[in-house]
Structure formats: structure tokens, C-alpha cells
């Protein structure tokens, strides 16, 4: 298992609802568009989009498996 992996933890919904909000919002809310946007470009893992790179963007579904079907020959 990669270090990444062995970081990942997964909650469900209701564990996510009774979980604390450490958001500092008072802090956000009081922050200019400036700063938000420094705060973001500073965030390696945040980096924003390429311009354009929406015209050159694929929509990717799930994989769906087909629905089992039997095979029974004729008689």
C-alpha cells in the first residue's frame, strides 16, 4: 500500500455531519477576494486550471458492468 493510500480515510455521511468544522470562517468571511485568491495560488495542491482547458475536456462516465445474461441452447 502507497504512503498516499495508508492516508486515505473514508467516513460516511452521517460520521461527516457529527465531525468538527475546523474552518475558521469568521477569518474567511473577513478576507478580501485578493487574499482568498493568494491563499488558493499558494495551495500546491489547488493550483488552478490551465485557461482554456475546458475546450479540450473529456466527460468520463463510470464503467458500468452489463447485466449478467444465461445462455441456454435450444433442444
Known amino acids: 500500500m502507497s504512503e498516499k493510500e495508508e492516508n486515505i480515510t473514508e467516513v460516511t455521511w452521517e460520521e461527516l455531519q ?3 468544522d475546523l474552518t475558521d ?3 474567511v468571511k473577513n478576507m478580501t477576494e485578493e ?3 493568494q491563499n488558493a495560488l499558494d495551495d ?3 493550483q488552478p486550471l490551465p485557461e482554456g482547458f475546458e475546450k ?3 466527460v468520463v462516465y463510470p464503467y458500468q458492468q452489463a ?3 444465461s445462455y441456454q441452447p435450444y433442444n
Open 18 to 20: 457529527q465531525m468538527e
Open 25 to 27: 470562517w469568521n477569518r
Open 35 to 37: 487574499e482568498v485568491e
Open 44 to 46: 500546491p495542491d489547488a
Open 56 to 58: 479540450e475536456a473529456w
Open 67 to 69: 447485466p449478467e445474461m
